[in-house]
């Protein structure tokens, strides 16, 4: 098992030491509970007994003393599991949206794994921690009824295996239908999501009531599950709380039969009634709380197949720098969910410094290799090499100071103009300014209202299309990269963006950058070395741009005559 399958145990196991001091104080905590029993003995069995008003006030002072040490314990506990929740935040949180980045789902929210994670935290700061920390004193509260008497301690040990068995089929009960609740939210969660990433498109096509009903059909779905495990845990929590106050009742009947009998005293009675109360209350409050429990183990366990599972290992050994040589070998990628194979054994190579256009009818996977290209994406089978080197060789980091990539699909972030540009690295401007000079975008820049400094708000919002296409392509040419990939860089552009795209391309192959775009503009393939055509997610035709421009006008003519 390597080093990254056990990021969140090892993680957890750095935060013991948080959990082990707050068990601890739930120790001392447990202790000062027996001052409430132990007052209540003293007071029916010596000062009612004595007369001794002396001796009442100082064992008033004595409780008010351990009720206010328990307190400040309890508070100093709550404190030490907040700070346990920091911790882990610190060594995970980054972890788990490095992951996110990394090893998307599809379908799902990106942002899932972060309140999944943010889930789990919150749990460990809860009343249902604090509870499952106090569990293991109701064996040690039963036994000091024993102690008491023999029946009162039959009776306490009967009452809580009856609160366990409803602990148990409350679980067996809620899970159920709970996780489809969650499930069918989680679904709703991302169309809601997906929905507001093209609220243009449903304005401007009337989709909005259509919208509404399907997102209102799968909401009630999932309201309908989530009221079906609230209704049984309610149920449960209800019923477990009756017993609890019918056994905490009875126990007096019981102490009061026994103190007729004259085989405990009255303080034993009412001992023995506080003490089973306060043994039995851990398990009323998991019940109650185990709708959050449930959630934080399953999100708990969404972030450790994500972090330990999905992304690759960081690596220590840096490679030289890459020249630009890239190498495509038997690459294929399928959808095992879909049954659907996106490329199948596309191999080809460049050398440093070629351009490549990649063209081909929609759907037949340009953009899939252009994703394989940057290592956005892992082939199902083949490799691709850079320099030589299996892309996985190289670290996150590493390979991105390497590599420039204009994704089809353009999302910028809620920063600076500068920020998106310098991939929100420090003390770059002049790189920057670079990069804008180089995508022929900064004229357009300073013309800003804060020039370089302008914020763009949420996804680019405040810039058009063809704005944050030009800033889009800024970025992946920052800092020169040896590896550039333009999926479709000129879909938004302009004739003065396609003039600056094509200078931009000509430049970066004077400077010896290897260059690939995804086109369908023969304008934007005008200069590039070599074309390779993709059709149903195999190569079709790779070659030299005159030879593969010939064998299209070939193809070409005869469905022109015959369309004529």
Not at 206 to 226: K, P, S
Not at 352 to 357: D, R
Not at 431 to 443: C, D, F, K, N
Request: hydrophobic share 45%; net charge positive; proline share 3%.
């Amino acid at each position: 098992m390597d080093s990254k399958s056990r990021i969140v145990k090892d993680a957890l196991r750095v935060c013991r030491r948080y959990f082990v001091v707050a068990a601890a104080f739930s120790l001392a905590i447990n202790l000062l509970y027996l001052a409430s029993p132990l007052y209540m003995l003293q007071i029916y069995d010596r000062v009612v007994t004595s007369g001794s008003e002396t001796t009442l006030v100082m064992l008033t002072l004595v409780l008010l003393a351990a009720f206010l040490s328990l307190a400040g314990l309890d508070l100093v506990r709550a404190s030490i599991l907040t700070r346990a929740s920091a911790r882990l935040d610190r060594l995970l949180s980054a972890k788990v949206l490095a992951a996110s980045v990394e090893t998307p789902s599809p379908g799902s929210s990106q942002s899932q794994p972060i309140r999944d994670f943010d889930t789990f935290r919150q749990v460990i700061t809860g009343s249902g921690i604090h509870a499952l920390f106090d569990l293991p004193w109701s064996p040690i509260y039963i036994g000091i009824i024993f102690l008491l008497h023999p029946w009162l301690g039959f009776f306490a040990l009967g009452c809580s295996l009856l609160l366990i068995a409803m602990a148990v089929l409350n679980e067996h009960l809620v899970r159920s239908p709970l996780k489809q609740a969650n499930d069918l939210a989680t679904t709703n969660y991302n169309f809601t999501e997906m929905s507001l990433r093209n609220a243009e498109v449903v304005r401007a096509m009337g989709m909005i009531d259509g919208l509404i009903r399907r997102w209102g059909r799968d909401r009630n779905l999932a309201l309908r599950r989530q009221a079906e495990a609230s209704d049984r845990a309610a149920l449960m929590s209800g019923l477990i709380r009756f017993l609890r106050l019918t056994m905490q009742s009875l126990i007096l009947g019981l102490g009061a039969y026994l103190v007729i009998e004259r085989q405990i005293t009255g303080g034993t009675m009412f001992a023995a009634s506080l003490l089973l109360g306060r043994g039995l209350q851990p398990v009323e409050q998991i019940v109650g709380l185990w709708r959050s429990l449930i959630l934080g183990r399953a999100a708990l366990a969404r972030v450790e197949k994500l972090v330990d599972g999905g992304a690759r290992s960081e690596r220590s050994f840096n490679l030289p720098k890459p020249t630009g040589k890239i190498s495509v070998e038997q690459v294929s990628f399928a959808i095992a969910s879909q049954q659907k194979v996106l490329l199948r054994d596309v191999s080809f190579r460049l050398e440093a410094g070629e351009t490549l256009g990649i063209v081909g009818p929609s759907g037949a996977g340009k953009s899939t290799l252009a994703r394989h290209l940057a290592g956005v994406m892992q082939p199902s089978r083949g490799t691709v090499r850079l320099d030589g080197a299996d892309l996985s060789q190289w670290g996150h980091d590493a390979l991105g100071d390497h590599i420039g990539y204009l994704p089809q699909d353009i999302e910028l972030f809620s920063d600076t103009v500068a920020a998106n540009i310098g991939r929100f690295k420090t003390n770059v401007d002049q790189e920057v300014i670079e990069a804008a000079r180089l995508a022929g975008v900064h004229e357009m820049i300073i013309r800003l209202p804060q020039g370089y400094e302008t914020q763009i708000g949420e996804g680019g919002a405040v810039l058009s299309g063809g704005y944050r296409q030009r800033i889009a392509l800024a970025r992946a040419v920052f800092g020169t990269p040896n590896l550039i990939i333009l999926d479709e860089p000129s879909s938004n552009l302009d004739a003065d963006g396609d003039r600056a795209l094509s200078d931009c391309a000509i430049e970066l192959k004077r400077r010896g950058s290897t260059v690939i775009i995804v086109s369908h503009r023969p304008s934007t393939l005008a200069n590039v070395d070599k074309i390779l055509l993709l059709r149903d997610g195999a190569v079709e035709a790779f070659g030299m741009r005159n030879e593969i421009v010939a064998l299209l006008n070939q193809r070409a003519a005869p469905m022109a005559v015959a369309t004529q």
